[in-house]
């Protein structure tokens, strides 16, 4: 059965330092998610990508974090400049077109650590 | 409350027993979803009800909405240990065509006992 992967599993990093978190969605879906899930708490929405552009953004989204999609199959989050309150599990989703598309798919998400 | 509230937190039941789990919400939706994850690992989906089902089945999974109430149940029936996890219900208050952020709730623990 198709999945949505991630990886690395688990990063660890220094605070200041660059991440970048990568997802590969389930092939020919055309909508792709990044959720966080700070230990303990929700699962929160932080971004959504269609047609190579950012559709919508929390306010947790700021200037630190960006997306891109740089080839057909995978989906990224840069985190520019990681801080301590950025350490969380970051999920990717995608969502398949047609009837279904309300569906979100998730990976097993990576775990980041900031030092 | 907050948008997707679930109760209860925690509920230990043993095997074999049917789980209960509620969900609240606050703005209007078009569905309802509810997701499982077992710790520390991704989030499965469940079953989907869209505002316009009452009621939605699939197989020991029996997911009810209110939308007068703003709220949902999920009922695991004869429970197994492998349903320990945590429960997520998650709302899909459209805006853009095909953009349908998950607003997630608390979750419930569920801890079956063998």
């Known amino acids: 059965e198709p999945e949505v992967t991630q990886t690395p599993s688990h990063q660890v990093t220094q605070m200041g330092q660059e991440v970048i978190l990568r997802c590969v969605p389930i092939s020919n879906h055309l909508y792709f998610y990044w959720y966080r899930q700070i230990l303990g708490q929700k699962v929160e929405f932080l971004v959504s990508?269609?047609?190579?552009?950012?559709?919508?953004k929390s306010e947790i989204f700021d200037d630190q974090f960006s997306v891109e999609r740089p080839d057909g199959s995978n989906f990224t989050l840069k985190i520019r400049s990681t801080k301590l309150e950025d350490s969380a599990m970051y999920f990717c989703?995608?969502?398949?077109?047609?009837?279904?598309?309300?569906?979100?798919?998730f990976g097993a998400g990576t775990r980041l650590s900031v030092l | 409350s907050q948008q997707g509230e679930e109760d209860p937190q925690a509920l230990s039941i043993q095997e074999g027993e049917n789980a209960t789990m509620n969900c609240s919400y606050k703005t209007s939706i078009n569905n309802l979803q509810w997701y499982r994850q077992n710790s520390g690992r991704g989030l499965v989906h469940l079953i989907l009800?869209?505002?316009?089902?009452r009621e939605k089945h699939s197989g020991r999974l029996r997911v009810t909405l209110d939308t007068s109430k703003k709220s949902s149940s999920l009922l695991i029936t004869a429970s197994r240990a492998a349903d320990t996890a945590s429960y997520f219900c998650?709302?899909?208050?459209?805006?853009?065509?095909?953009?349908?952020?998950?607003?997630f709730g608390t979750g419930t623990r569920l801890t079956i006992i063998p």
């Open positions: 990508f269609y047609n190579n552009e950012i559709s919508e």
């Open positions: 998650a709302t899909d208050a459209s805006g853009n065509f095909g953009n349908e952020k998950l607003t």
């Open positions: 989703a995608s969502t398949p077109t047609g009837g279904t598309k309300n569906i979100q798919y």
């Open positions: 009800i869209r505002s316009n089902e």
